[in-house]
């Protein structure tokens, strides 16, 4: 499992919903960014969300 940031657009964002009600498969592409985590008080990678494909 890994966890994403919905921080700007998301090409297809309708399909988020449908994936997760139907348990379909789908592709979900991301960025990894250099980010301040402010829980830690310090820069750290994260994975921000930019698309999802059928």
Known sequence: ???F???EYVENDNLLE???K???KYTF???EK???DLRIQ???NMLVLT???E
Request: hydrophobic share 40%.
């Open 5 to 7: 940031l919905w921080l």
């Open 29 to 31: 592409t991301y960025v």
């Open 42 to 44: 310090e820069y750290r």
């Open 1 to 3: 499992m890994r966890k």
């Open 22 to 24: 139907k348990k379909k």
């Open 34 to 36: 250099n980010m301040y």
């Open 18 to 20: 449908t994936a997760m």
């Open 51 to 53: 698309k999802i494909e």
